[in-house]
């Protein structure tokens, strides 16, 4: 099939670049003419495991193409996807969908008589019915179809995610449009991964539902942490003992800084705010968001209280910055209003990323970005590990002892066992685990 993507970004592209590896013949579209310079050129603008591979050989076998060019491969497809960004709009929380309608605009004005829209982005329901609105006022006779089709990928896991969902939703009730996806999806169908066929508006509202859910189970698990460290239980022996329930279900079930990223804290505040729109309201979600929002800063106070509150002068050493490890993805990162808190809070702030340093440039302001994670020790008074990289898994403790001012670690995704910490010799602070008794 030949498919336009509009919209080369995290989503875009490997959906496009996936898509061709099926065998289909792909045209990824951006506004953005660096990008598309850059991916003409055989550079990948993100960090996603794999997808530099995945691209190149796709691009070599004449299944894919980048060109800013939106008429003329609109004009030749038989399927094109929306997948540009859908930001929290600014003052309100509202899903900013300006960049989905003027796609849809530009899709409109070139669009063959027979084709299906697809809309990939993250939108609030109802927002298929504006898009289609939008085509027929230009495109009065064509026959043509607007689903949805929501993404459910991970960054830092998203080819596996795209080639071996848990599902695939699409929301259409037009059986041109079904028989299209079915084509467009044929290799995973064949892989025996779920096809959930629904209406637009049910599939627009699942996306919403599914990262509420998730990110309502991060905060009951935090939530869940600090109870355990006020009595004396381990977070992590109680999630255990909770996920191997099958209702339950272990994942998503780590406690931690709180929630950021890309998705989840506009995906969250988007739900909010349908909610209220059409009088119901997610109560439920809103207290998510509002448990959330503090806990960054309650972060700030943990390490500043493995000083006895004061940090006043002291110098942190932040391990991991991007929201989540395997991406260099910084959108809303808990690790931005933790630095903010911890310098409102005195301290001097070293940083180290194996992936996001370019990223953190453009995010932080007054901190000293290091070579690596012993860099970032030397001279500190505590190494905090923000975002959990495989690196910072096996640091060498003993070696940090001898360069940091004071050991201490604070364990904000309890990567290490208490007892080994302190055994080296450092001050031990973890989430929802009772404290070490050696210290
Ligand atoms: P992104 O910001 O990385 O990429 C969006 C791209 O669209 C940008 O490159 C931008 O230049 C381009 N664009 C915007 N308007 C355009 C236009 N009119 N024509 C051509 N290109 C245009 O965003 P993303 O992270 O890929 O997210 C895209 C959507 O997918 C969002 O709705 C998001 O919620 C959803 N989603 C994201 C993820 C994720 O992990 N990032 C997962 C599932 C769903």
């Not at 660096?34 to 050129?41: F, G, R, S, Y």
């Not at 355990?228 to 998503?252: M, W």
């Not at 001898?402 to 990567?415: E, K």
Request: with cysteine; glycine share 8%.
């Amino acid at each position: 099939m030949h498919i336009t993507m509009v919209g080369a970004g995290y989503v875009g592209l490997v959906s496009g670049a996936c898509f061709s590896d099926f065998g289909h013949y792909v045209v990824c579209v951006d506004k953005d003419e660096k990008k598309i310079a850059a991916l003409n050129k055989g550079e990948i603008p993100i960090h996603e495991p794999g997808l530099s591979d995945l691209v190149a050989r796709n691009v070599a076998q004449g299944r894919l193409a980048f060109v800013t060019d939106l008429k003329g491969a609109v004009s030749r497809s038989e399927v094109v996807f929306i997948a540009v960004g859908t930001p929290s709009r600014r003052g309100d929380g509202h899903a900013d969908l300006s960049h989905v309608y003027a796609a849809a605009r530009e899709i409109a004005a070139s669009l063959p008589e027979s084709a299906v829209v697809v809309t990939k982005s993250t939108v609030p329901v109802g927002t298929g019915d504006e898009v289609e609105r939008i085509i027929r006022e230009e495109k009065k006779d064509a026959k043509f179809a607007v689903v949805s089709n929501p993404e459910f990928l991970r960054e830092g896991a998203a080819i596996q995610d795209f080639k071996h969902p848990d599902r695939i939703v699409i929301g259409t009730e037009d059986a041109f449009a079904k028989e299209v996806m079915a084509e467009v999806y044929r290799p995973l169908h064949l892989n025996a991964s779920p096809i959930l066929y629904t209406s637009r508006r049910t599939a627009e509202l699942t996306k919403y539902a599914a990262n509420s859910f998730l990110a309502t189970k991060i905060t009951f698990i935090n939530e869940i942490a600090d109870l355990a460290e006020k009595v004396g239980a381990n977070v992590q022996e109680v999630a255990r003992g909770i996920g191997l329930d099958n209702r339950i279900g272990s994942k998503f079930l780590h406690a931690g800084p709180g929630f950021g990223g890309s998705c989840f804290p506009k995906d969250t505040l988007a739900l909010i705010k349908t909610g209220q729109d059409h009088e119901a309201p997610l109560r439920i979600v809103e207290t998510v968001v509002a448990v959330n929002d503090q806990r960054k800063r309650a972060m700030a106070r943990k390490v500043a209280n493995a000083f006895g509150g004061n940090i006043r002068g002291k110098t942190i050493a932040v391990l991991g910055i991007t929201f989540k490890p395997n991406t260099d993805d910084m959108r809303d990162a808990p690790s931005i209003p933790l630095i903010t808190a911890l310098q409102d809070l005195g301290a001097a702030i070293r940083v180290f990323d194996p992936i996001g340093m370019e990223q953190a440039k453009k995010v932080f302001e007054n901190v000293t970005f290091c070579r690596d994670a012993y860099d970032c020790a030397r001279g500190s008074h505590a190494i905090v590990i923000v975002t959990e990289w495989e690196q910072f898994r096996a640091l060498d403790l003993k070696k940090m002892a001898t360069i940091m001012a004071a050991p201490v670690i604070v364990d904000l995704r309890n990567v290490y066992s208490p007892e080994d910490v302190t055994r080296n010799g450092f001050h031990y602070c973890g989430v929802g685990r009772p404290k070490p008794l050696a210290y």
